[in-house]
Every structure is written in C-alpha cells, then in structure tokens.
C-alpha cells in the first residue's frame, strides 16, 4: 500500500470577526497575512452552490470570504462563515511551540489579552513550561517548551 504524505490544517471561523483576528495574531504572535478574499471578490460568473450554508449572509461583502495566514512555519486558513458573531471553537486546540520558558510566558501573556487563562504556565513532567489559555475569540492554545521525550524500549 503506497503511503502519501498529507498536512493537515486548521480552519478557523471567526463569524465576523477574521479581521479582528488576524490583527491581533499579527500584533501578538507575529502572524503573516499571505492571502486575503473577501465576499465581494468572488467573480460574478463562479459556480453557485446549491447548500444554503455556502450562501454568505446579506450584507457581508466587506466580511472575509477565505483568508490564509502564518505562525512561524504552521499556515492557517480562517474565514468568517456566515458571520453569525459568535465564533465557537470547542473540541481541540492550537499548539504553539516556544524557544524557551520567557517565550512561553510572553505569547502566553500576549494571547491571553482579553482571554480566558486555562492553566497558567507551570513546568510539568513533559516540559519545563507549558500553559493553556483560550484567547478573546475562544481559540485555545497551549504554548509550550518541547522537551525530547524519552523512546520507550
């Protein structure tokens, strides 16, 4: 059996509040904007969809369609769904690798802004600091130092 090689990645809906977000991951985790659509930028002529889920809300055509942004080497795509106003990110988290503990403790801080702390940043037996916190969207991230772990023989 041939094996593919596949990268998963994440895509957040903000329900009107990409922007926001994307701001606020620029200002507090160095994100990278590379690719910005809005509801208006689709092309007149592109192909319908007939699922009224895919169907943008009235009045959102200054909302981000598509948008794809960078942390660090990682890509995330996010848009802002049917811009309900309530994003709700339940069920997994972000993992934010950090270089040491005082970086740890300066994106914890960052992203923690506005958030909800989860588990303040601490040494556990699987790194020297970890920490988890849900950001002012409700994104959870758990920013951590990674530490080699031993291989069981």
Known sequence: MATHAHVIQPYLFF?????EALDFYKRTIGAQVNMLMRFKDVPPDA??????GCVPPKGADDKVMHAEFKVGESVIMASDGM??????????GLSLPAKDEADVRRLFKALSEGGQVISPVSRTFFSPAFG?????????????VPQEMSKAA
């Open 83 to 92: 811009c309900s106003g309530k994003p709700q990110f339940g069920g997994f």
């Open 15 to 19: 329900e009107g509040r990409t922007e």
């Open 132 to 144: 988890m916190v849900a950001d002012k969207f409700g994104v959870h991230w758990m920013i951590i």
């Open 47 to 52: 192909p319908k969809s007939d699922d009224p």
